[in-house]
């Protein structure tokens, strides 16, 4: 790396950066209750991104032999870049970035027979009560290695590792199919992995009988997957810099202003322990901190990289995140959703007629940047009396994310993990439109 930025240096760009990744991942996969495929994939790169003249210029590449010759190509390029409205950042603080543990030794010496033998285990274990259940699930480990040094001073890196299971099936009954999943990551190896077969085992139960369709605006409870699925995605386009910078935000001028319910609070926080997502530094070395999107209820930070902090005359908030060969972008790292105060039994007490959407087919029909959302249930149940009595079949849901989150009901009192990098409660609002096909 210091060979790199030497050269640029020795042509002469105003300010350079070099960023190199080295990663490699083992993803084993099985099909039909059976290992189906291993492969095991080793990336590394450098990329080098300067400031010229007042301009931006990238080059990358992951071949060794043509580090060399970055500083021409973005010398070729620099001049047709985007204008840059940052300088590269120094060293940190005295204090430094947060210690955030997302390195364990444990996965990088995980063996892949354990893989092989975690996997089976799960699929012959919901098979033994589900039998005519068509299993798939995979194991992956994961080693990264990224590294950032610029002509300001700054020289950081650091390691993490990633961990993944899931597993779910197929159970066709005539021309009725139903699929149901469960999966977790970490950044920590986690060895107990059995309750996921009691989540998928509770799907199937809920599942065995279906049931018609309420429609209408009716009580609806989105589980953690569907918070995930369904409302997240509308909802925090808006906070991203760049749509702020575009004028594309639909909260862009309502900075301090309540958008949705007081009982939901947002958290980009990088600093969990174990998160996929966690990191003591973004991809430009700003560092990492826990930050409130929505403070109950009220619209409190955008997520900003240097370019689109200069261009908005506000500070990065450390949200940078790039491909190799590609600048870096602001973007969310690990979402926290505050949990409320009723116990999840409670969330049922009460609905005569209504439905729970646990996951999405389809999810990003609409006008998304605006909160609007629209997608098939790919998995949900029918509420009768507060209690579930079936699955429901060919039926989709609508809504804007700020109306629904403001016709809110209730938010359960303990937040899970979805498989990783979020961790939210339950919910239970109103404003959802439910509509059944035929």
Not at 58 to 63: G, R
Not at 83 to 112: H, M, R, V
Not at 315 to 342: H, I, K, M
Not at 401 to 426: C, H, I, N
Request: aromatic content about 8%.
């Amino acid at each position: 790396m210091a060979d790199l930025l030497q050269n640029a240096k020795d042509a002469g760009f105003d300010q350079a950066e070099v960023y190199r990744i080295t990663s490699q991942s083992q993803p084993i996969r099985f099909e039909a209750n059976r290992l189906k495929e291993a492969t095991r994939k080793d990336t590394s790169g450098a990329a080098l991104r300067v400031i010229h003249d007042g301009r931006l210029g990238l080059s990358a590449t992951t071949d060794p032999a043509a580090e060399a010759e970055l500083p021409a190509r973005v010398k070729e390029l620099t001049p047709f870049g985007a204008e840059a409205s940052f300088k590269f950042p120094g060293p940190p603080e005295p204090e430094g970035y947060p210690q955030i543990q997302i390195y364990d030794e444990a996965i990088e010496e995980l063996t892949f027979d354990a893989m092989v033998q975690t996997g089976q285990k799960l699929i012959d274990a919901v098979r033994k009560d589900w039998p005519d259940l068509n299993c798939s699930a995979s194991v992956s480990r994961g080693v990264h290695r990224q590294s950032l040094v610029n002509t300001a001073g700054l020289n950081v890196s650091f390691p993490q590792t990633s961990y993944s299971v899931g597993f779910g099936g197929e159970l066709v009954r005539g021309d009725d199919m139903l699929s149901v999943w469960e999966g977790f990551g970490a950044s920590r190896m986690f060895t107990d992995p059995d309750w996921m077969v009691g989540s998928l085992v509770q799907q199937l139960e809920w599942a065995r009988n279906t049931a018609d369709t309420p429609t209408g605006q009716v009580p609806v409870i989105f589980t953690p997957r569907g918070v995930s699925a369904a409302l997240l995605r509308p909802l925090l386009g808006g906070f991203n810099g760049k749509s702020v910078m575009t004028g594309s935000s639909p909260i862009g001028d309502r900075l301090g202003e309540r958008v949705i319910d007081e009982r939901i609070s947002i958290y980009d926080d990088p600093t969990i322990d174990g998160a996929i997502g966690s990191r003591p530094f973004d991809d430009e070395g700003i560092q990492s901190r826990r930050m409130a999107l929505i403070d109950q209820g009220v619209a409190s930070n955008f997520l900003y990289d240097l370019q689109t902090a200069g261009r908005m005359n506000a500070t990065s908030t450390g949200a940078a995140g790039r491909g190799l060969s590609t600048l870096p972008g602001p973007g969310t790292s690990v979402l926290d959703v505050a949990p409320g105060d009723t116990p999840y039994e409670d969330l049922f007490l009460g609905i005569k007629e209504g439905i729970v959407v646990e996951r999405l087919l389809g999810a990003g029909q609409g006008n998304e940047m605006g909160g609007d959302f629209k997608a098939n249930v790919s998995l949900g149940y029918k509420i009768e009396d507060g209690k579930i009595v079936g699955r429901i079949k060919d039926t989709m849901i609508s809504g804007n994310v700020f109306d629904t989150l403001s016709k809110l009901e209730a938010v359960s009192d303990q937040a899970e993990w979805v498989y990783g990098s979020l961790r939210t409660p339950a919910i239970r609002c109103l404003g959802v439109e439910v509509a059944a096909a035929g």
